[in-house]
Structures are given as structure tokens and as C-alpha cells.
């Protein structure tokens, strides 16, 4: 009995020293998640994986899901869970890193609860970039990246999601002491600034 115990001890420590380091990055719509996620990468030992891209990627590849995705995007709503956590695992697997931005993901409860169900996962903390709606939009409006969803009518439905549906994660995490908000209205460089001191071990010094 002793030794199955111990055992099983045993499995388990070794299992959580496998579990990989997971930072939810969170925010509106052209509040600057992606952009600050190329940031990071290049100080600190993370892998970016965007939700939102790889649900891009997904329908140019010509998937069977492609088009139920291609509509969901234009119409600013949620995929369902299951098809993106299944390519956020995919590309987790294929990095051969431990150590993930997991970008514009959970958007909603459904993504949330099916994720931490799925991979057993719990992010370290989430990242919450804080930018009001007036500045998004019109980042998002200048974004210039040919996306079917940046047009004000897709945006504004966006918007909705993000209060309705996001804002909500992000309180459960908060509840749970695991937010460090920045504020995102800021010059790139400026948010960076804020970025860099969340990532910085306590103790050691924020590099340039
Ligand atoms: N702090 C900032 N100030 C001004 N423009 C920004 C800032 N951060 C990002 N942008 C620009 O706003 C647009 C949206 O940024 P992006 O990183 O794609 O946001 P998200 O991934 O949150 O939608 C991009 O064109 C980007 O260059
Ligand atoms: N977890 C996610 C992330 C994105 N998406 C879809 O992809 C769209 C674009 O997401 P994104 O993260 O690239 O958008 P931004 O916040 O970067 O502007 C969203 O509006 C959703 O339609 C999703 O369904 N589920
Ligand atoms: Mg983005």
C-alpha cells in the first residue's frame, strides 16, 4: 500500500515538472497582444502562439473546418472549443518548447473550463492589456493586415465578445490573483516598458 502510494507519488511530481509554462496573453481587439507578444520572444524564452492565427492558418490550409471558421471570424464570434484547442495543442507539441504565450485564448467560459479540462493546464498568470475601445478601434481600423473582421461593422460585434464573453475570464482570473494588467494605451515602447517587469524574475534586474 505504502509503496503504490509512493509510487504514484512519484508519478506525479514528475508529471508536474513535465506540465509546460503557460501565459494567458488577454485584451480587446487591437489592444496589442500580438505586438507585444513579438516583444517578449525576443527577451524571454517563450514560444507566441496565437489563437487568432492559427484559426487563420486553418482555413487557408482548405480544413474541413475552414469555412464554419471563416464565418465565425467575419461574424466576430467565438469558435468553438474543440477545434481551437486542438490546434493550440498541435502547435504546442511541434514547437519543442515548454514554455508558451498562448495569445487572444480563452476568449470566452467554454474556452476556459475546456482547456484547464483537456490539458490538465493552469497558466502561470495572464497578461491583460487594459486599452480603451476608442483607441483599439482605431488601431484596428489603420491595421492594414487585410483581414476580413477589421471593418467597423465586424469590430463592433468584436467589441460586444470581448465584454460579454472575455472580460469575464479575465475576472475569474482575477479572483484567482493570476492578472497582471498593463496599461495598453501607451506607446508600444512605453507598454514594453510594463511588459518587461512582469517577465523579470523578482530580484533581478529589467534588462534594456
Ligand atoms: N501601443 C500601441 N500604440 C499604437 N499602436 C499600436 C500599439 N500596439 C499595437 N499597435 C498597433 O495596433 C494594431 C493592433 O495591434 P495588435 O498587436 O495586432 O493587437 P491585437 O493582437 O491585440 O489585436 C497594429 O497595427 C499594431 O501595430
Ligand atoms: N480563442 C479564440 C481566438 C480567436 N477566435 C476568432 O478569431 C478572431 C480573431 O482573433 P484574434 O485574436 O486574431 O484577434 P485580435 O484580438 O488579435 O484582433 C476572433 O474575433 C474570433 O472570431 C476564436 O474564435 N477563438
Ligand atoms: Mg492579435
Do not use: W
Not at 84 to 102: C, P, V, Y
Not at 124 to 150: A, I, Y
Amino acid at each position: 500500500m505504502g509503496t503504490v502510494d509512493a509510487a504514484n507519488k512519484d508519478v506525479n511530481v514528475s508529471l508536474t515538472d513535465e506540465k509546460p509554462i503557460v501565459v494567458f496573453v488577454l485584451g480587446g481587439p487591437g489592444s496589442g497582444k500580438g505586438t507585444q507578444c513579438a516583444n517578449i520572444v525576443q527577451h524571454f524564452l517563450y514560444t507566441h502562439l496565437s489563437a487568432g492565427d492559427l484559426l487563420r492558418a486553418e482555413i487557408k490550409s482548405g480544413s474541413e473546418n475552414g469555412t464554419m471558421i471563416q464565418n465565425m471570424i467575419k461574424e466576430g464570434k467565438i469558435v468553438p472549443s474543440e477545434v481551437t484547442i486542438k490546434l493550440l495543442q498541435k502547435a504546442m507539441l511541434e514547437s519543442g518548447n515548454d514554455k508558451f504565450l498562448i495569445d487572444g485564448f480563452p476568449r470566452n467560459e467554454e474556452n476556459r473550463a475546456a482547456f484547464e479540462a483537456v490539458t490538465k493546464i493552469e497558466p502561470d498568470f495572464v497578461l491583460f492589456f487594459k486599452c480603451p475601445e476608442e483607441e483599439m478601434e482605431r488601431r484596428l481600423l489603420s491595421r492594414n493586415q487585410g483581414r476580413e473582421d477589421d471593418n467597423i461593422e465586424t469590430i463592433r460585434k468584436r467589441f460586444n465578445v470581448f465584454l460579454e464573453s472575455s472580460l469575464p475570464v479575465i475576472q475569474y482570473y482575477k479572483a484567482k490573483g493570476k492578472v497582471r494588467e498593463i496599461d495598453a494605451a501607451k506607446p508600444i515602447e512605453e507598454v514594453f516598458e510594463a511588459v518587461k517587469v512582469v517577465f523579470t524574475p523578482k530580484g533581478e534586474k529589467v534588462t534594456a
